[in-house]
């Protein structure tokens, strides 16, 4: 038997964490045909990988691609990390459902990246948006959360208070129709405008439809800081009363969480302890680079630049609102913890076209030289620059990475999403870490430079665990059957190249990857072939599998 390709005479890594053996590695019609002891598989066409690693294609379980991956239907700065799937629709932010009456709050809410032409938003639909994805094909294999901010958005925009019960009707009927078409389950986000003006309750009534369809629920918690074992405990409430597993995202405390990570671990060990499926994921960077206009109070960082601008420039609610960020009444997201403690030397401005001389400064220092108070540079940067003001935020320590990464229940994700060194999506380059070096920075840092974690171990983590997560049971594991998602590394020369400096470089060491049999990435070199799928959950019937395409 002669099969379509064989990768032979690798260090196979199974996925499950099992100790690597020397093994060939056969394809046949997209699937993973046979895995076998080394030099005994033949191949129409063979790659001799030379003793280097072969294992499962990455599973980054959260991603904000959803409409990146349109405007760079490769997903480069993805597949060549050897990511071969993302979930998309995180932090309660899909692009669809879309409601004609809503629209144009759900256009600013994706905010530049919206008038790229790539993103036609014809879509109104969950399904049509899948469908959209799936047209023009894809490099890696991309499933869906239903967000629940489009959901809120589309009946409601982003109204802060609760819905009427028809309202919360409406809701439900968009979020069976997402589910009817095949999303995995749905996400919130807690501490963004509209997730945050939503109570338990509400959550909980749509996590019931979630679980009459079998999917997750998976949340940006209610505040990630001082209060963030009661956001842990919420989750977890919500996944009992809803009867539907959970998965809690980036989990690490940030700056102002009064303990460290084994605190919110405990939570999570003790639900699952009492028969509760819940688990987590996170990412290993310290920083991140929103807008500054993310650590204003949610209610006001929606609205056009022009009132948010006016709003700081009267010295009323200036005020006002200097003092709504220090109460943070609405937990907000994590980096504004820097604001309400008054670590402006950890804040550093990346982008202010406006302000050009106060790029790569802190807000300390910039407050410094012109003489003035923290809280006004940071505002006077926003009246400047409206949403094109960002800044890196050093908010988490990095004991509490290693502490979340040695945790078995925890998987490793990006946060980051689908990039490219060229085109809108690097014009100007985002901030991007995690978007194209995260799963090269563990292999290298956390395995081969420091031992945090085993090799097997940390494909675990990025393999067969998330596609147990989502269901996606033919994928995330090296065996006869699966999907060939298959990626091939070389630890002693794997490195993320992806700094805060610029230009962005892809990360080192990868050298072949494969999505669902074809080779997408070779060396330094992206062969342009979109093989991904669309994956649509489905309840498993005695016909239907777990997951299929569109
Ligand atoms: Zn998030």
Known sequence: MRFDLVLADGRVLDGCGNPWFWG?????????????????????????????????GFIDVHTHSDLSILVNR???????????????????????????????????????????????WRWRTFDQYLKTLQRGGLAINVASLAGHAALRMAVMGLDARDPTPSELDRMEELLTEAMEAGAFGLSTGLVYPPGCFAGTDEIIALGQVVSRYHGLYASH???????????????????REAGVP????????????????????RLVEEARARGQDVTVDNDVHTDLGPPLTGGLPQYIQERPVAEISALLQNPATRSQIREEIVLDRWPAFGPA????????????????????????????????????????????????????????????????????????????CSDGQALALYGFLNDPPPYSPCSYGEFPGVLARYVRDEP???????????????????????????????????????????????????????????????????????????????????????IKTSEASETSEV
């Open 24 to 56: 060939d590695v056969a394809i046949q019609g997209g699937r993973i045909a046979e895995v076998a002891p080394a030099g005994t598989l033949q191949g129409q066409e063979t790659i001799d990988v030379g003793g280097r690693f072969v294992a499962p």
């Open 246 to 265: 959970v998965q809690i995202s980036h989990n690490a405390p940030k700056f102002g969480a009064p303990c460290d990570a084994t605190a919110n671990l």
């Open 452 to 538: 945090v974690l085993t090799l097997e171990g940390a494909i675990r983590k990025v393999t067969s665990f998330p596609a147990q997560r989502f269901g996606l049971m033919d994928r995330g594991v090296l065996r006869p059957g699966a999907w060939a998602d298959i990626v091939v590394f070389d630890l002693e020369r794997i490195r993320d190249r992806a700094t805060n400096l610029y230009p962005h470089r892809y990360p080192e060491g990868i050298d072949y990857v494969l999505v669902n049999g074809v080779l997408v990435v070779e060396g330094e070199r992206h062969t342009g072939a979109l093989p991904g799928k669309v994956l649509r959950h489905q």
């Open 337 to 412: 913890g820097l604001l309400k403690h008054g670590q402006w030397h950890r804040i550093t401005i990346l982008h202010a076209p406006k302000s050009q001389d106060v790029v790569g400064q802190t807000i300390e220092t910039i407050a410094r030289k012109r003489g003035q108070d923290p809280f006004d540079v940071y505002f006077d940067l926003i009246i400047e620059n409206g949403h094109d003001a960002e800044a890196i935020f050093d908010y988490i320590d990095e004991a509490n990475i290693r502490i979340l990464l040695q945790h078995p229940a925890v998987m490793i």
């Open 221 to 239: 918690i209610r505040g990630e800081r001082e209060t963030i074992l009661e956001a842990v405990a919420e989750a977890i409430r919500i996944g």
């Open 74 to 120: 490769r997903a480069e700065s993805a597949v060549r990390q050897g990511v071969t799937t993302h979930i998309i629709g995180n932090c309660g932010m899909s692009p669809a459902p879309v409601d004609e009456d809503h629209f144009d709050e759900m256009r600013n809410f994706w905010g530049r990246i919206s008038d790229q032409q790539e993103v036609t």
